[in-house]
Each structure stands twice: as structure tokens, then as C-alpha cells.
């Protein structure tokens, strides 16, 4: 027997009318890959122009693909439903309604017929990031990027401190942002202490602050790093390399969650989230007796491996174009030759990402006016553990003499800068392509202009 509605409520609503009001994307998929229903959020941006989206396959209309993601390498969400019978999560690339990358964190869970077994799935999206956002901390979309991107996602919104293991140049620090910002505390600070870089006598007044007169030279009250981050996150990078005396006032700080400053004798109380990071071997430092045992356990209740550059080759394109679109002259070299790609792609990066940055910033230096090609890349030799046998090196002058900087043809001066935002009305955009150069470029020098005096109108 049916239950009546409430008056004035009309007829029964319709499944399209229920999953209309879900916020964000919604879609349910049969174990066949196709849709069933799909709410109004998910079709205006994954297929906004399609007459009927119900009985296309999924991967057809949010991947662009001809077959089912699991075949490119991705985690699928339905294969795993289907045949776990429980929820899943996964990171995923999708493309929105202009055919542009974006990442969506999936939530997806089985839907059950009258008789206990799965009939379909229902699939949650949200979107993370796509290539128009500024914020995008991460870049990349190969398999082993996606699984780790999961992991963040999942560990980001809690309290719990992680450990981030990899190579050096891998990009622990960025992790750590992106852990920030889509924690609860993306509102509070980022503070950052790097353990390589400072001497053993200044690290525990780094991180813990001191009081006047604590040691020779200290002439006031320092506040600590751990005060300054304050209700946000706290990044120690390179863990390894802290003093033993110092690890078991880490330990202490992270169980109570107050800190005492150098030379003082109140507990201060604080509100700190502590990502570490590392590129050595904890567990073979505790068993050295170089690392506490309980504070390895104590961080590493969520570890993360950062992976090697050589172990997701598939994102070096995107990453080059990514460090081209921050360089001052860089954008102006996208997109990247077929020639250039093969050239990147020979290389195994020993410095990892960090590497993979330089070595795009020398090469926009090492162009100039010219279109950038697989002779400007230029790699360095690590050593010879990592000969680099693809390489391409910079010729060796005549006479052993430093080569001459070219000349960039049509450098830049004021009154070229004049004419050009003349010519465009005062708009920057169109100013910089009239000059050959980057919006970010001109207004460098429109700022050193005005710094200097000269009479310029108010651009756009």
C-alpha cells in the first residue's frame, strides 16, 4: 500500500525530479557503463548539447573515450562496485562541456533492487581543479599521480599528521600546500620549517620560539613557528635531519599540543595540523638509533610516497607547459613541438620535477625570439650514476671564451611600450601581443616605468 502525499504536493515526483535536487553532478550507471538518469548539474556540464544522454556510456560523455577508463589505466569505480559491493572513492580526470581536463574526486555506491543485489550504481562527482585554476597546486593525470591525488583527498579534511617520502625535487612541499588547502584550515597559515638549512643550535628556537635573554644575542621574545602557525598547518621538511634532543620536544608538542619556548616556563597552548616530510629512510634511521621510534609511529600514521618524475613520464608534457605558462617569456612558446616532447620525454630526471622546472626556464632563456625546439634543452648530468646519454648540451666556444648573449631582437624600451598601449587603447592584453610579449612581462615594465617617473595612463 502506497503512502498518500501531503496536500498541495501533486502528483509523485519522477527520479529525474529527485536527483535534480542533489547539489553538484549526480548520475546513476548500469553495470552495462550506461547512464540511467542523470541529474541537471552533471548534463549542463558534461553534455549540455546532447538531445538524450540516457543510454549513452558513461566514459563516452565525461572521458571523451570510446572505451571504459579502466582500460587507460584508471581505477573504474563501477567495476569496483560491482564487484565489491560496497562504496568506493577514486580521483579521476574528466572533461567538462569545452573539452577542457579537470579532476573530480568520485563517490560512488551500489544501488540495490528488491532483492538484495546490485541493479546499478550512483555516482557523486566533485569537482577539485581544472586547467583555468590558479590555485592548481598539483599537475598531472597519469595513473599513479591520480592514485596519490586520491590519498590527499581522503587524508586532507582530518586532523591526522602525514608523512610525505620521496626523492628530493619531487615536490613534498606542494603536496603539503595542496594537503593545506583543502583541509579546514586552508584559512589559517601555511608555515613552513625547512630542518637542512639551519644549523642544529637555531632549529628548536625556530620551531618553538624563545624568551629574552635565553641564550647570547637573544635581545627579545621570538615567537615560534609553531605559535605562528597557529590554527593552520605547520610543514617540517626534512624531518630527518632534526637533533635527536629535539625530537622528543616534537613528540611532546604533538601529543599535548603545548610547546614551552627556549628559556621560558609556561606552556603555551597550541592548535597545530604537522606535515612532515623526508627523502631518507626513517625506519632504518630508528634502527640505527639516529630517530625516535615513537616519533616515527607518531608521524607516519599517514604515510604518503611522493613518486619520481621517471616512475609518471606521461606528465612531463603538462608539467613542461605548466612551468612555461609561470615563466616571464614562456607562454609565448606554447603549445610544445611534437620534437620537444620526444626530447623531454628521453630523460630520466635524477632531480625530479625541480629539474624538470630549470630545465624549461633555461631553455625560454636560451630561445629568446626564437620558436623554442629541442635545442634549447639542455640537461645536466647528475653523475655517473645517471648518464644522460639524450642529452643536449651547450657548445663549447672557440677558444674556451664564455659564447656573447644574443641580442633580443626588438627589445623593449619606452617608447615602443607607448605606442603599443596607444595602439591597443590602453589594454595591456592586446599591448603585450602587439609587442611579441607576455601580459606579465609588460606590466613588469610599466611598473618600472611608473617606479621611475614616467607619465603613463591607467592601463587594463
Known sequence: MSKKLPPGCGAQPTCD???DIIPGPFVIIDRDYRILAANLEYRQRYCPDCEEIVGRHCYEVSH?????????????PLEEVFTTGSSTQVMHVHYDNEGEEEHVQIQASPILDDDGNIACMGEFLQVIYNRHDRTQLLVGRSPVMMRMISLLQRVAPTRTTVLLQGESGVGKERVAEYLHQYSERSRGPFVVLDCSVLPENLIESELFGHEKGAFTGATGCKQGLFEAAHGGTLFIDEIGELPLPLQSKLLRALETGTIRR????????????????TNRNLQHMVADGTFREDLYYRLSAFPVRVPPLREHKDDIPLLAEHFLEQAEEGPRHLPLTPEVIETLLGYDYPGNVR????????????????KLGPEHIVFESMGDDHPTPQATHLPSPAGGQAPPRPRRRGALDDQRVREALKRAGGHRQRAAALLGISERTLYRYIRRMREHGEGLGRDR
Not at 64 to 76: K, T
Not at 262 to 277: E, M, W, Y
Open 64 to 76: 571523451r573515450s570510446a572505451v571504459p577508463c579502466s582500460h587507460h589505466g584508471e581505477h573504474c
Open 262 to 277: 627556549l628559556g621560558g616556563t609556561d606552556a603555551i597552548q597550541t592548535d597545530v595540523r604537522v606535515i612532515a616530510a
Open 355 to 370: 629539474e624538470l622546472r630549470n630545465i624549461i626556464e633555461r631553455a625560454t632563456i636560451l630561445a629568446y625570439e626564437d
Open 17 to 19: 525530479q529527485l536527483i
